[in-house]
């Protein structure tokens, strides 16, 4: 595979990644339709308004590794590799369009059905998932040709924040490659040796995996900003300087800025989160306040745990061996427990049903708060059980809140097993013979 590479779509996202890739020693061929922008380039001068990106683009032009046109057939018959940019804006239902690159997709199979060498195509739009498969599926119709033998698709997400972007091309957190598992190794090697020069981790994930990060990473910037806002909103009409306050939140990186909390799992309780969230919840109430991402933080936690009883009641299994009581892992404590609400309403449905959770035996074992404990339960306390093999006994169904033994479940007549908390592999789940089947996974 050579050096040069198509950038279709001379837009934002095309624009920095063809001056930032020239620097780094790739021949660029840009494509748009846009005849204004086609001119522009060649003439040395960038499409956006960005830090740095004039001189890049000007040096480009005048080393000519940096030209452009508006057809795409001039273009693909000297590159080894395509990097679709064009633009993906939302629908008025709010999904995205991705028409301009399915169009793309279509012209880019044309000119491939005539080249001999194996290309590389690679999203580096904003896609939602699966779009991989189906620009995949085009190009193998249009051109005849076969996938990871001909050519590649490859999802490569952005991560460019407008007015520092020539910055986080070089410096981003993260390099993300979404790839398929039969993924051409010349492919994967072209692309790896494109990122060896950008100083950050090369991670390798699923197709859909890739499309889905930018996603997700944008969302959560938005949830934080909202969040920054509500705090705000409450605490300035409180009397505390929200910048001071939010300023303090970010010294702790170990909680608060961290990965800590950010798994999918079952809904939160305790004697802390529910608490406090109602009560900054009612903070803003009490001083007519709208926080609606609080209240939705709320609403989204319980719809979590509707979500498990329909789990489980689509099962149309009644004996279930249920693990886990407190809050969370490695504790016994049982205050505003989560998996305890759920365990409740399974009782009152008259679910044939026991429950263990080693931490709790113990406590109740060596009467440490022993009297809070059977309060606590309540109509659970006469089907608590002493050991994981009386849990299961006559059994059916695993309800796992916490990690256990998973031996204990070899010949048993457990048939499925329903995990909350991504506490088991499902491999290590269906070994056993058992179906697995994950909360949200």
Known sequence: MNKTITIIG???VGCVVSACLSKLGYKIIGVDKDSSKVDKINKGVPTIVEDSISEMIKIGVNENSISAVSNIFESISSSSCTFLCVNTPNKE???LNHEFLFEAARELAQQLKINSSYHLVVIRSTVSPGTGNLVERIIEKESGLKPHKDFDVISNPEFLREGS?????????????????????IGLKYIEDIYSQINAPIIRTQREVGESIKYVSNSWHAVKISFANEIAKIFSKLGVDPHELMNLFCQDNKLNISEKYLKPGFAYGGSCLPKDTLGLLSLGKINNIKTPLLQGTIDCNNDV?????????????????????SFKENTDDLRGSTLVRLANFLIAKKFDISFFDKNVLQSLDEKINR??????????????????????????MVVAGTKFDFKILTNSHIKVFIDLSKVARKDEIEALGIKYIGLNW
């Open 305 to 325: 745990i509707d979500n498990a009883i329909q789990l489980i009641e689509s099962q149309n299994i009644s004996q279930i061996a249920f693990f886990g009581l």
């Open 93 to 95: 239902t709010g999904e």
């Open 371 to 396: 009297d809070f404990i059977i309060s606590t339960l309540g109509d659970l306390f006469p089907f608590f059980v002493s050991s994981m093999k009386e849990n299961i006994e006559g059994k059916k």
């Open 10 to 12: 001379l837009g934002y």
């Open 165 to 185: 972007a020539v910055k986080d091309f070089y410096d981003p957190g993260m390099t993300v490659l979404g790839i398929t598992e039969n993924l051409n190794p």
